[in-house]
């Protein structure tokens, strides 16, 4: 069984992973609101915490270990590229993620600014009252009084949200469509517009797809699926400790790093040096014959 599809076409395994990954949603939602259903408070934060501990852990964890499973007959380590990372490549990863925050930010606010065409006016509100809620229920996740919940907010909405996120999207669905499409660039750009896509966020859709290409790319030229996984945990750490919600009390911090951001200069400033940092670890670590 493992690696039966190794041999099939790249259209094949998408299929195949569609297939695990939606099996693996219905177990995921399937399990977390019975969960909610009998602890019986579902707008608890430690419940909510709980339950989406349980979604992260099948859904993303889930589907990515086994479909490598019957994708690649390599050991997993090899198969999704595991093995210990290059620590310049994890620091080159977290300062290129901090590094294009500031045109993150502007992109942010642009995205949020722009409508679809009048015939879609009722999904446009579908998709803003969906935000709210999403929005809503981050609130009161973050909003923490004690150091459990905080390190519990870390622990599921940082390293198991980009352990797993990773996982899925760059170890599996990447390579997958990297062979379909015989371009390593199609295959990191098309990721990043699914990655973007499955968080059903339309006024987020754009700098989370360019996050999800930084991802990618980093992914590609470090050779070790650890270097996105820790780029990708500190940028979701970040929203932890950056929120004005956090033990109840402004974060004097956040201001000042907004004011920053939604500067043009700290966004170019930015851009050229998550450039160079990619070149960095492109010209250290990446290989023709390993992509």
Not at 155 to 172: D, H
Request: proline share 4%; aromatic share 12%.
């Amino acid at each position: 069984m493992k690696g039966s599809f190794e041999g099939s076409a790249a259209f094949t395994k998408l299929l195949f992973l569609a297939l695990v990954v939606v099996v693996c949603m219905l177990a995921a939602f399937g399990v977390s609101s019975v969960y909610l259903l009998c602890v019986g408070d579902a707008s608890s934060p430690a419940h909510l915490r709980t339950a989406l501990f349980l979604q992260n852990s099948l859904l993303f964890v889930g589907s990515a270990l086994a479909a490598q499973y019957f994708l690649w007959e390599a050991p997993l380590a090899d198969a999704l590229r595991l093995h210990c990372p290059p620590p310049g490549g994890v620091l080159l990863g977290i300062l290129a993620m901090f590094s294009l925050s500031p045109f993150v930010d502007l992109l942010a606010v642009w995205n949020e600014g722009l409508h679809l065409p009048e015939a879609l006016r009722a999904l446009e509100q579908w998709m803003v009252e969906s935000e709210r809620q999403a929005a809503e229920v981050t609130a009161r996740l973050l909003d923490v009084s004690s150091w459990g919940e905080f390190w519990g907010n870390v622990l599921v909405m940082a390293v198991l949200a980009g352990v797993g996120e990773e996982l899925l999207f760059r170890g599996v669905l990447q390579r997958v469509i990297v062979q379909g499409t015989r371009s390593v660039h199609a295959g990191v750009w098309l990721t990043a517009v699914l990655f973007s896509a499955v968080h059903l966020q339309f006024f987020g859709f754009v700098p989370r797809m360019v996050l999800g290409a930084l991802l990618g790319y980093l992914f590609v030229w470090s050779r070790n699926l650890w270097v996105p996984v820790a780029a990708h945990v500190f940028n979701n750490l970040c929203v932890i400790l950056f929120t004005p919600v956090a033990f109840n009390e402004g974060v004097k911090a956040v201001e000042a790093v907004r004011s920053a951001e939604s500067n043009a200069g700290y966004a170019v400033a930015g851009v050229l040096l998550a450039a160079a940092c990619l070149y960095v670890l492109r010209k250290r670590y990446f290989s023709p014959a390993d992509s």
